[in-house]
């Protein structure tokens, strides 16, 4: 889970950057870098697909051994 907080505020400044970025470029409202942030902060640390990030908490299926018939 700590990686996935981490990971969320990273893409939240770099998305907020670049945002920023692209709005001051073309002229747009400087709010357009914050929102573009939390948009990708959000949807990465969300993983609503679930792409991104699986979840530990499913247990692997263990491969079946055939044990010798006693008979």
């Known amino acids: ?7 969320a505020v990273l893409w939240f400044l770099a998305c ?3 945002g920023s970025f692209f709005s001051y470029t073309l002229g747009l409202d400087p709010l357009v870098g ?3 942030g939390i948009a990708a ?5 969300g993983d609503p697909r679930r792409i991104i990030w699986v ?3 499913v247990p ?3 491969p079946r051994t055939s044990a010798p018939d006693p008979a």
Request: aromatic residues 8%; without cysteine.
């Open 1 to 7: 889970m700590h990686k996935r907080i981490a990971a």
């Open 16 to 18: 907020w950057t670049a």
């Open 34 to 36: 914050p929102i573009v």
């Open 41 to 45: 902060a959000g949807l990465f640390a």
């Open 55 to 57: 979840r530990s908490s």
């Open 60 to 62: 692997a299926t263990a």
